[in-house]
């Protein structure tokens, strides 16, 4: 009875509470183009609470009623102030104008404290509008490449676009493209990446202390959304650089109620590069492209709900053709993703997202000889429905929860060959199917002014399910018994080969130690059921996406961090001391001497090895967002080891990833409207590979003796790369003679501008792989073996010509 009555005396002031408040809500826009504003912050001086709008540009602020000032600011627009009387709930749409004023350094209200005021670890926004000013590589600007600057993130290698996020490898980072999953990120072999950033509107990155609407990998979150399309006017734009041109164009479909958004990009090398290559070359017959395209359309259905149709489509394309050798090969390999989003406001409080996505990544490589031809090829589909609720009750609680739910189709490592009309038996093509859903619930809310909490709970489940084959790998019975013949065992069609389920806790907690400076911390459990095997110590096409299986268990990760923020000088500068420390089990390496071939008639995971690892490190990072010197600089401590008791003799090995020192240092100068120059520069300990130190000669063979497993450190990688930017006006005024001293200021029909970029400005020849050869005679008893450094960029200029009319 007690208990009754305490639960009604507690729902009835909850209810008396909110009746006397009321609500401010709505989106946020670009007043130009009518494209929504993703973190924007919205203010009420008086009682100093707001938001930032949420990816969707939506804001909601529960206040008592009264009178309000409203302070609306975002980076690179103009901020407004309004007085307001909030006597009942209110659907207010604001709208932004862009700001070309440089020295506006001080006027981003909220935005200028989001560093000390936010439970968010390890996460940045990215601005692309700067990300096109840093100097571009071959004149491509590159997003993967941009977030390879900040602290905790590493690049893979020279002319990479792979990254490691705090110990973690290439398939523990979930890349998202407007909700789809992206798989294979890189164009050319990784020297480039499939984001085309003039359709890109907003780039997210999670490296510690991921929320629980993320889930499926363990290092990070890149979340990308695309722009949804002028909704105002028609534009075009585009470039034309050295190795590739990409053009844009977007605009309203019905003004203000439905906008679309086009835009391809592809590489010319083939045809630039055709004319000069001699018949007589080994290069004779070869050729190489890659293409992307990128579409959105949007329709607001109401008021209340509005419907979004994206999707992307890229594809690498390699030829070799010998007529003189008999000899072609071919090698496409690409994505394709697709998203129906629904957006639905049930009320100023309470907003839905649905997204039906469709993923699909597929490599092959096909040989031919004479009448003889082979096809290497694998791949993943994935089929997802997502969809979740956010909920503001007050300025205190921000409540958000949901469901995702993927269908996987793997289909790994497949070979087919023929000679002729010959089919020869490679056996049947090997797919794997499974079920993916994880429910998740969490509130960031204020315990008090200080203190704030982000809690939330994942709960995953995974399931393989037929038809599917296992085949049982050849066991010694005992040290006497002959080894008994492969057996399979077979699943029938949505029969249950293996399960997992678990639950995957988040906590996010922020202190305030005053106006200025705050200390946080983190707690991050995550499962991954699905594992990227490599041959090759880099990312590359041919890597095999496989589930977790009746022999793979989910990699799991537990992730502790905690780091103090501060601001200074009125909040123009922006740093933090982020520690972590990360523990892994479950990794997934090939055993020594795979191949890909000898899938044919078993599984791929039958040649898997299993083991665990942990990382720690330290990230310092200091920013300069406004003004016209900004940029950045991070600096990363960190170590990273493995251990798999089938490799290096069950001893513990440095990741071929870890490295020690890792510095970056961005820096942008706007010298007036027209007139920009940017650079960059990086340090990182070198690589870790494994080297023989020896080889004898035995029975007529060279044997190579090798040091332990990643134990040889290559040189350091360092360059600077230096951009200068051209920005004519973008207005012309009519001559005073004509029409008197207040001659209007008109846009342009035409605009363009030039980007003069130099990567590796000192030309250092950092290392890209090392091989051996031989010199002398071992008859003559002078052989000697040298190791031989290969660099693959020295100093490059590009120069790019952008236009939009």
């Known amino acids: 009875m007690r208990l009754s009555l305490a639960i009604f005396l507690t729902v009835f002031i909850c209810l008396n509470t909110l009746s006397q408040s009321v609500t401010l809500s709505g989106t946020v826009k670009d007043k130009s183009t009518g494209e929504t504003i993703i973190g924007a912050s919205v203010y009420l001086k008086e009682v100093a609470k707001g938001m930032p709008s949420n990816v969707y540009g939506f804001y909601s602020i529960t206040v008592a009623p009264g009178n309000h000032t409203l302070l609306v600011s975002a980076i690179g627009y103009k901020s407004i102030e309004l007085e307001l009387e909030l006597l009942d709930d209110l659907k207010l749409p604001l709208e932004l104008s862009e700001n070309v004023i440089l020295t506006d350094v001080a006027t981003v209200v909220g935005e200028k404290s989001k560093n000390t005021e936010s439970t968010d670890m390890g996460r940045v926004d990215l601005d692309v509008s700067k990300i096109k000013k840093l100097p571009a590589f071959l004149g491509e600007v590159d997003i993967l490449k941009t977030i390879q600057f900040l602290p905790g993130i590493q690049t893979a290698g020279e002319g990479n676009t792979g990254f490691y996020v705090r110990g973690g490898g290439p398939d523990q980072n979930l890349i998202l493209l407007d909700n789809a999953v992206v798989y294979n990120a890189s164009h050319l072999f990784g020297f480039f990446s499939v984001f085309n950033a003039d359709a890109v509107k907003n780039v997210e990155v999670i490296k510690g202390g991921m929320p629980a609407n993320y889930g499926g990998r363990l290092a990070s979150v890149l979340d990308i959304s695309l722009k949804e399309g002028n909704a105002r006017e028609h534009t075009f734009d585009g470039g034309i650089g050295l190795i590739a041109s990409r053009f844009t164009a977007q605009g309203p479909i019905k003004k203000d109620t439905s906008s679309y958004i086009i835009s391809a990009r592809r590489t010319y090398i083939d045809i630039l590069a055709k004319p000069f290559v001699n018949p007589e070359s080994a290069f004779s017959g070869s050729g190489y492209y890659f293409y992307d395209l990128n579409m959105k359309i949007n329709y607001r259905l109401g008021e209340n709900d509005q419907l ?338 089938e490799l290096n003799d069950g001893a513990p090995f440095p990741a071929r990833f870890d490295r020690r020192h890792d510095l970056s240092i961005i820096l942008n100068y706007d010298f007036n409207p027209k007139w920009s120059v940017s650079g960059a520069f990086v340090y990182g300990t070198g690589n870790a590979i494994t080297l023989p130190i020896a080889r004898y000669f035995i029975e007529g063979r060279v044997v190579s003796e090798f040091t332990d497993r990643n134990s040889f450190r290559m040189d350091p990688y360092h360059r600077a790369d230096v951009s200068v930017n051209y920005y004519p006006s973008k207005n012309k005024r009519i001559k005073k003679s004509q029409l008197g001293a207040d001659a209007p200021v008109i846009p342009k029909k035409f605009y363009s501008s030039w980007s003069l970029s130099v990567y590796n400005i000192y030309n250092r020849m950092n290392p890209y792989f090392i091989y051996f050869g031989t010199e002398g005679s071992l008859n003559e008893g002078n052989l000697q073996i040298k190791a031989y450094q290969v660099s693959l960029f020295p100093i490059l200029p590009s120069i790019t010509w952008n236009f939009s009319f």
């Open 308 to 645: 979004f149709l994206s999707g992307y489509f890229g594809r690498d394309v390699f030829g070799f053709e010998s007529q003189r050798a008999g000899f072609s090969a071919r090698i496409p390999w690409g994505n394709a993703t697709g998203t129906l989003r629904w957006n639905h406001l049930f009320s100023d409080k309470l907003f839905l997202n649905t997204n039906l996505t469709f993923s699909d990544y597929q490599f092959s490589f096909t040989g031919a000889q004479e009448d003889f031809e082979f096809t290497l090829f694998s791949g993943i589909q994935d089929w997802s429905l997502k969809s979740s609720l956010s909920f503001y009750p007050n300025p205190r609680h921000n409540i958000q929860a949901g469901f995702d739910y993927i269908f996987h189709e793997f289909t790994p490592s497949n070979v087919t060959a023929r000679s002729g009309d010959v089919v020869f038996d490679t056996g049947d093509i090997t797919r794997v199917y499974a079920h993916d859903l994880s429910i998740y619930a969490l509130d960031q809310f204020d315990i008090s002014d200080k203190l704030r909490v982000n809690g939330g709970l994942r709960f995953s489940f995974f399931n393989q399910v037929g038809p599917f084959t296992r085949f049982v790998r050849n066991e010694v019975q005992d040290d006497f018994s002959a080894v008994a013949e492969n057996e399979t065992i077979e699943y029938g069609k949505g029969e249950k080969v293996a399960s997992y389920a678990n639950l995957e806790p988040r906590l996010n907690v922020r202190y305030k130690l005053g106006s200025k400076s705050s200390i946080k911390a983190a707690y991050t459990q995550n499962y991954q059921y699905l594992h990227l095997a490599s041959l090759s110590p880099t990312s590359l096409p041919t890597d095999v996406w496989v589930p977790s299986t009746d022999r793979v268990q989910p990699q799991f990760s537990i992730q502790y961090a905690l780091g103090y923020f501060r601001n200074f000088k009125d909040d123009i500068y922006e740093a933090s001391v982020e520690i972590y420390y990360k523990e892994m089990e479950n990794l997934v390496e090939f055993e020594e001497g795979a191949q890909p071939e000898n899938t044919i008639s078993d599984n791929v995971d039958n040649q898997f090895v299993f083991g665990s690892g942990d990382s720690y490190g330290v990230e310092l990072f200091i920013k300069r967002s406004l003004g016209k010197l900004n940029g950045w600089v991070g600096y990363t401590w960190s170590k990273t080891t493995r251990r798999f008791t």
